[in-house]
């Protein structure tokens, strides 16, 4: 699977932005979908996570209530909705597939990553 993230940005706190992961190579709806970041001179985290069909979601607590999970699976797209953005999400934004339906939030389990977009929040 070759994912491609976009739409990063630099944007205001309060603001939203929606980022885009299409996938191509394989059978996306086989995978589940997760995001994760990086912030600056820190760890790559998990931020949100899909099944294969959708019907469960799952969130780190610092994101859960802003941010949404969503996919297409007839566009190959998974997307995640950040609505009121802090500073503190500023970070490079990762895309990834996985097979499996269990431990969504760790990152050994995924199988395929994509680039990763920039997500700059200013205060």
């Known amino acids: 699977v070759q994912l491609q993230a976009s739409g990063g940005g630099l944007v205001q706190a309060g603001t939203s932005l929606r980022l885009s992961c299409v996938a191509s190579?394989?059978?996306?709806?086989?995978?589940?979908m997760g995001w994760f970041r990086q912030p600056p001179g820190k760890e790559r985290e998990f931020v949100a996570a899909?099944?294969?069909?959708?019907?469960?979601?799952y969130y780190a607590d610092s994101v859960k209530g802003r941010f949404t999970i969503s996919r297409d699976n007839a566009k190959n797209t998974v997307y995640l909705q950040m609505n009121s953005l802090k500073p503190e999400d500023t970070a490079v934004y990762y895309c990834?597939?996985?097979?499996?339906?269990?431990?969504?939030?760790?990152?050994?389990?995924?199988?395929?990553w994509g680039q990763g977009t920039q997500v700059t929040v200013s205060s």
């Open positions: 190579g394989r059978t996306f709806r086989n995978y589940g």
């Open positions: 899909i099944s294969w069909s959708g019907g469960s979601t």
């Open positions: 990834a597939a996985k097979s499996g339906y269990n431990n969504y939030h760790m990152m050994t389990g995924y199988n395929y």
